[in-house]
């Protein structure tokens, strides 16, 4: 069992910028590829960036270059670190830990607007 809690969302003026964590239970963090996913009003669940248990990352082209994943496995923890954020990057953001079964957090809410 997993459980995620994911933390640092809010509201933030476009251009601004946000730090999102996501604290997992359990010893087994090391082991996990760690992902971030973001849901919009009306649209699908889409992803936006992950981290495999030896630090690879990947990133949705909608977000790379301002973006930035990471993960602390000493403290269980992966970070996004969200800059130059737009309007369109308003959504909930999940973190999502996978192995053999898939885990997800309940969700931060982040709305970029004036």
């Known amino acids: 069992q997993v459980q995620l809690v994911e933390s640092g969302g809010g509201l933030v003026q476009p251009g601004g910028s946000l730090r999102l964590s996501c604290a997992a239970s359990?010893?087994?963090?090391?082991?996990?590829?760690m992902g971030w996913y973001r849901q919009a009003p009306g649209k699908q669940r889409e992803l936006v960036a992950t981290i495999t248990s030896g630090g690879t990352t990947n990133y949705a082209d909608s977000v790379k270059g301002r973006f930035t994943i990471s993960r602390d496995n000493t403290k269980s923890t992966v970070y996004l670190q969200m800059n130059t954020l737009k309007p369109e990057d308003t959504a909930v953001y999940y973190c999502?830990?996978?192995?053999?079964?898939?885990?997800w957090g309940q969700g931060t809410k982040v709305t970029v607007s004036s």
């Open positions: 359990g010893s087994m963090f090391g082991r996990y590829r």
């Open positions: 999502n830990a996978q192995y053999a079964n898939d885990y």
